[in-house]
């Protein structure tokens, strides 16, 4: 059974940073493309970043310079660092694992139940 579990999320001011963790079990976590997703209040889940299993990576223009994705093999763990964080970040994020590298929702398998992260101004 594949399960991918958040954690890391909570409330912060704007400017501060968090860091998101997503441990993956249950599936060949080196194999995997990884990837993050947010979805805010009343608006369609929307693509952050990902992560290729080479280490390959690529943003949403809307968190680019701020957020840095990445990940360790050796701990089943993919990362999102997020810095200069503003009231708009604040969303659900949902990491996802996939076997290609992509940006489009479809192309990931396997997801996790979701972190609140919320920017107060």
């Known amino acids: 059974q594949v399960q991918l579990v958040e954690s890391g999320g909570g409330l912060v001011q704007a400017g501060g940073s968090l860091r998101l963790s997503c441990a993956v079990s249950?599936?060949?976590?080196?194999?995997?493309?990884m990837g993050w997703f947010r979805q805010a209040p009343g608006k369609e889940r929307e693509f952050v970043a990902a992560?290729?299993?080479?280490?390959?990576?690529t943003y949403a223009d809307s968190v680019k310079g701020r957020y840095t994705i990445s990940r360790d093999n050796a701990k089943n763990t993919v990362y999102l660092q997020m810095n200069s964080l503003k009231p708009e970040d604040t969303a659900v994020y949902y990491c996802?694992?996939?076997?290609?590298?992509?940006?489009?929702?479809?192309?990931?398998?396997?997801w996790g139940q979701g972190t609140q992260v919320t920017v107060s101004s």
């Open positions: 249950g599936r060949t976590f080196s194999s995997s493309t």
């Open positions: 992560i290729s299993t080479s280490g390959g990576t």
């Open positions: 996802a694992a996939g076997p290609v590298f992509s940006r489009y929702e479809s192309h990931y398998d396997h």
